[in-house]
C-alpha cells in the first residue's frame, strides 16, 4: 500500500529532468501508436458513422472521467486544496474543454480551441517542461500524458472523419479561443491566488528574439502557427474565403 501511495503521489524513482530520454521516448511513442490506432478507426470505411461517433464519445467520457478522478485523488491522497481542480495552464483547460464540446457537438466551440488544443499537444511532447520529473513512470508523469493526449486523438478524428475541419475561415474565432487562455492564464488563474507564468509569456521557451518581451514573440508566432495550420487543414475552403474577402475589397 505505501508503494501505491508513493506511485501516485510521484514519490518513486531518481528525480530529475528525463525529457528527451528513455522515459520521454517510449511515452511519445505509445501516443503516437494511440494516435494511429485512433486515425486508422477514423478513415475505416468498415465502420459506419454511427460507430465512429460511438468511438468518440468514449474517447470524450475516458477524458472527462479522468479529469475528474485525478482531481479527486489528489484532494484525498495528496491533500491538495480546491483550488488546484482549476486548470491554469492552456492544455489543462483544453483538456476540460474540448471533450465537453465534442460531445454537445458545440461548433463555434472546435473553431475555437481545437486546433489551438492540438498544437499545444503537440508542443507539449516535443517540448515536455517538468513533465518527466522522474525515471520512474509515476502517476503525475501518467496523468500529463493521457491529459495531452485527449487533445491530439479528439480534434484528429473529427478532422479525418470530416465532422470539423479548420479553416482560415475560422481564424478569427480560433484567435478568440486563444485570447480565452490568455484570460485563464493571466487573470483567472490570478483570481486563484497562482502567479506562475501559464501562458509561458515569461519562460525559456525557445522563441526569444535578443531585447523583444517573449510574450510578443511567443504571440506572434502562436498567430501565425495558428493561421498557416488553419490554411492548410482545408486549403480549399481557406482559398475560397480569400478570394471572397479580396471581392469584397474590390467592391469597397
Not at 39 to 66: D, E, M, N, P, Y
Not at 76 to 85: I, P, S
Not at 88 to 105: D, K, Q, R, S, T
Not at 158 to 185: D, I, K, Q
Amino acid at each position: 500500500m505505501d508503494i501505491f501511495y508513493r506511485w501516485l503521489i510521484g514519490d518513486m524513482g531518481t528525480p530529475g529532468d528525463y525529457q528527451y530520454q528513455a522515459i520521454h521516448g517510449y511515452s511519445v511513442l505509445a501516443v503516437v501508436l494511440a494516435l494511429v490506432v485512433v486515425c486508422i478507426f477514423a478513415v475505416s470505411k468498415k465502420l459506419t458513422q454511427q460507430h465512429k461517433k460511438g468511438i468518440l464519445i468514449g474517447i470524450c467520457i475516458f477524458q472527462i472521467v479522468f479529469e475528474v478522478a485525478w482531481r479527486l485523488i489528489y484532494f484525498f491522497v495528496k491533500g491538495d486544496e480546491l483550488r488546484w481542480w482549476w486548470p491554469m495552464y492552456p492544455c489543462n483547460l483544453g483538456g476540460v474543454l474540448i471533450p465537453i464540446i465534442a460531445l454537445c457537438n458545440w461548433k463555434t466551440g472546435k473553431k475555437m480551441f481545437y486546433l489551438f488544443g492540438f498544437i499545444g499537444g503537440v508542443l507539449t511532447f516535443a517540448i515536455p517542461d517538468g513533465i518527466f520529473s522522474s525515471d520512474v513512470m509515476v502517476f503525475p508523469i501518467v496523468k500529463s500524458i493521457l491529459q495531452h493526449t485527449g487533445l491530439l486523438l479528439i480534434p484528429a478524428f473529427e478532422y479525418l472523419t470530416g465532422t470539423f475541419r479548420p479553416s482560415l475561415r475560422h481564424y478569427g474565432w480560433a484567435v478568440g479561443g486563444m485570447l480565452v487562455h490568455v484570460l485563464n492564464c493571466e487573470v483567472v488563474a490570478r483570481w486563484f491566488g497562482f502567479y506562475d507564468d501559464y501562458m509561458f509569456f515569461r519562460s525559456d521557451m525557445p522563441f526569444v528574439i535578443p531585447g523583444v518581451p517573449q510574450f510578443i514573440t511567443l504571440s506572434v508566432f502562436g498567430l501565425l502557427v495558428v493561421a498557416l495550420l488553419s490554411y492548410l487543414c482545408d486549403i480549399k475552403d481557406s482559398t475560397r474565403f480569400l478570394k471572397n474577402l479580396k471581392g469584397e475589397e474590390k467592391h469597397e
